[in-house]
């Protein structure tokens, strides 16, 4: 990895660039890429470790991080190559700063730091969640650029460890409107997956099963939470709980993919029919929808079918953790003026409702 001094980038017609190479490790998947001006990723490549948890039915942290130290140095190095760029031709570095597991995230950030130390560039840490926001602004190089969402707008975050409805009304600024009260969306999909006898990780597992299933054929409950804007999926959970152990109770063969099919039903009906409400409710002419969730077919053909404005949700490749997004984030910081001291810890909680744009705080 050849590391220089900063320098300033312009394009062919003069018109002045920003790149971010961005960096994230925030559970289990080491990402680096490149952006420009915010939008065009010029890199973006991802180490899964998808199966080597598998055995574990979840994310072993300190598997996480191990595996992480063994692979960020070639994943930042395969960006670089890939975009044609050392750190000479970057103005700043982006990095997961949290939530996250901190074992994982430390690796991500020790990484970030060295490179700003040694290159001089400015460091930027990101919110691992404001990065899902701005997955919806990417595009690949050598497409047209997509349609930018256009404020204000609002968000739903779906993963594994979050489900959050947020309120945009401008870069960098979010207004929490609701969040989930127990179990994340992501997080019932794994644990029903496993009542279930299906693979890790749960959200796949459960969009293939329910493809030859029913989703009416269980009535499970929607946590509506009337006057609300948070989310509860332990009872629904719960619900699958107490239906496969009656079926297997009856000597009953499972009926695995109409089970798979109402849960997610169930999962789908609360987040779209909130979503649209939210929207209505805050005059949001647009809905974006982000997280590792939101590659879930249901859901996008839902809200899509079913919104009255522009929806935003990005490519699948987007939806699960990448660095492309950290890079986008990161470079809307930077533009507003944002430089993190190399002190800077990681923030395994830290929530996205805090965070303002520069202006504001």
Known sequence: MEIKGTGALTG???RQLVRILGIETSCDETAAAVVENGRKIISNVVASQANLHARFGGVFPEVASRQHVRTIFTIVEQALQQAHVTLEDLDGIAVTRGPGLPGSLVVGLNMAKGLALSSGLPLIGVNHLEGHLYSAWLYDVGLQPTVEPQFPLVALIVSGGHTELVLMENH????????????AAGEAFDKVARLLGLAYPGGPSIQRAAEDGDGRAFAFPRAWLEDSWDFSFSGLKTAVLREVRRLESSRLNLPVADLAASFQAA?????VGKTLRAAKAFHAGEILVAGGVSANRALRQAIMSQAEGKVHIPPIYLCT???AMIAAAGTFRYLQGQRDALEMDVLPNWPLFELLSAAES
Request: glycine residues 8%.
């Open 267 to 271: 999962v789908v009906d609360v987040l």
């Open 321 to 323: 953790d990448n660095a």
């Open 12 to 14: 062919n017609a003069g």
């Open 172 to 183: 960098l600024s979010y207004r929490r409107l609701g969040a989930t009260l127990d179990d």
